[in-house]
């Protein structure tokens, strides 16, 4: 029977997200329209929800950077919203009849903001690295380590006295940062990445601890080796996969009561209020109204964590089983109201910008903007390959070149490579009102995300500057946009590649008997 429900979550979660909706919806969706039929998850079922859960666990460690945490705005915006909320949540639950100690463990966990979807969204922008990226990612590491003390809370048991030896865990990890240099199969890291999740979650249950809490600090081992990211890369595929069968372990609990969708209508009317207040901190915290907002759209969402913690906290008691399908269907809905609105984030800012700017303390900004580029003469927005093969080429030609990038850790990598890079969000409105763009002869876009080139496109235009503005761009189709907004596309699909070693393969030397050929091979862009 496992294939049904391998089968109920692909189909669903296919339909779903042909209408730009998390997958994960359609696999609740699936649990949900099973457990019509009687359905009940077996024991592998079980396992594999169990192990999604610490697969993700050990990839949200490998984020954790205590310096990306401990800033004022970071800090103080998550916990004071997380206070804020969960005191608020309290007696709502109370009054729809859930006791103390289960409505105070509801109300935290209905406080946090869902990690996977503003992860998706942020990298389908490419801007996980930016400011208002940085800032929702620690506010988000913040709510998931809550969520694990109330994992460690409700997992049961008293840990071991010889647990005080994992205080000594730190000490591994050279051995383990020198043992993930010495791998360079693309198996053997996905290998490690396995051991390590599963063997941390087992280590810590060992000691009478939640194997989830294991998983987490085992991925924080690595959280500030740059390789780490390789285990997160190769297990992100499995974890998604093995997630699935959590969802539809949550799904096959069943339908809510009425008064259960009472609650959940009630909640959905104070997601508004989650955002406003995130807002509201952000502006306390000296953000800028447009950090402030982009912020904002990530975070408006209730979380996966919610489930999480909650599902530990049922199966030991502490709340109700009934309460997990509740605060399920409440996620899966408020991914559903998130997704239109993560799509659309640049439209509305467009709409809401001169109403959200009044907000904006005047004062010196966390994330302030250059307001000058010296005697630059050409500008290339976005270093990643292709800026900074156009970087180097124009200073090979000696030109006075500027990068511009929004990625902190991309700024610092070109600057130790001797490029002159500066930091800068293209599509604020007030960095090219503040920029002086008279000696500049041309500006290179290379960036990938499209709504982001357009964006760009129509605010350096409307700063009245009129030279030359190329666009990289890999499909065709993105050329009539972006050339009504002014740019000068310059598209490289892939078959450009095909065409033009077509074209070396022509012009190769003729056999010469050996069955080899001489090739002028140009060097790469």
Do not use: C
């Amino acid at each position: 029977m496992d294939i049904v429900w391998v089968g109920a979550a692909f189909v669903l979660g296919m339909l779903v997200s042909r209408l730009h909706i998390p997958p994960l919806v359609g696999y609740l969706l699936a649990g949900l329209g099973l457990a019509t039929y009687g359905y009940e998850a077996g024991e592998m079922l079980e396992e594999i929800a169990h192990l999604g859960v610490i697969f993700l666990l050990f990839t949200v460690g490998l984020h954790i950077r205590i310096k990306n945490i401990i800033r004022t705005e970071v800090f103080g915006v998550g916990l004071i919203h997380l206070a804020i909320t969960s005191a608020i949540f309290v007696p709502i639950s109370l009054y729809f009849g859930y006791d103390l100690q289960a409505a105070i463990i509801i109300s935290i966990t209905l406080g946090f903001s869902s990690t996977v979807l503003a992860a998706k969204n942020l990298e389908m922008r490419n801007e996980m690295g930016a400011y208002y990226g940085r800032v929702a990612i620690g506010i988000l590491i913040i709510q998931d380590l809550v969520a694990i003390a109330i994992i460690a809370y409700t997992g049961g048991g008293v840990p071991s006295i010889w647990s005080v030896f994992l205080f000594g865990l730190p000490v591994v990890r050279p051995m383990l940062s020198a043992l993930l240099k010495l791998i360079s199969k693309d198996e053997l890291i996905m290998l490690m990445a396995l051991v390590l999740a599963i063997g941390g979650a087992t280590l810590f249950e060992w000691f009478n601890l939640s194997g989830e809490l294991g998983a987490l600090v085992f991925g924080m081992l690595l959280a500030t080796d740059e390789r780490g990211e390789r285990l997160g890369e190769k297990l992100w595929g499995i974890k998604e996969a093995f997630l699935v069968g959590f969802f539809l372990e949550i799904g096959l609990i069943g339908f809510p009561t009425v008064q259960d969708v009472q609650f959940i209508l009630t909640l959905l009317l104070l997601l508004p209020f989650k955002s406003i207040l995130f807002y509201g901190l952000f502006m306390i915290f000296k953000l800028k109204a447009r950090t402030g907002y982009l912020a904002t759209v990530s975070l408006t969402a209730y979380s996966e964590f919610t489930l999480i913690a909650g599902t530990v906290a049922a199966a030991n008691g502490f709340i109700p089983d009934e309460a997990i399908v509740t605060l399920g269907l409440l996620t899966a809905i408020s991914f559903v109201l998130n997704a239109p609105l993560a799509i659309r984030e640049d439209d509305v800012w467009k709409k809401m910008e001169t109403f959200l700017n009044r907000f904006e303390r005047d004062i010196k900004h966390p994330e302030k903007q250059p307001i000058s580029i010296g005697s630059s003469e050409y500008l290339i927005i976005g270093m990643g390959t292709a800026g900074r093969a156009a970087y180097d080429k124009l200073k090979e030609n000696g030109k006075i070149v500027l990068g511009m990038d929004i990625d902190p850790d991309r700024i610092e990598s070109n600057l130790a490579d001797g490029r002159r890079v500066v930091y800068g969000d293209i599509q604020d409105k007030e960095l090219w009102d503040n920029i002086e763009l008279n000696k500049i002869k041309s500006i290179i876009i290379a960036m990938g995300n499209r709504d982001v080139k357009l964006n760009a496109t129509q605010a350096v235009r409307a700063t009245g500057y009129s030279r030359p503005l190329y666009v990289i761009t890999m499909r065709q189709n993105e050329n009539e946009i972006l050339q009504k907004a002014g740019a000068n596309p310059v598209t490289i699909p892939i078959r450009h590649a095909g065409e033009r070693m077509a074209e070396l393969s022509m012009e190769s030397d003729t056999d010469d008997g050996t069955g080899t050929y001489e090739l002028k091979v140009e060097k790469p862009v």
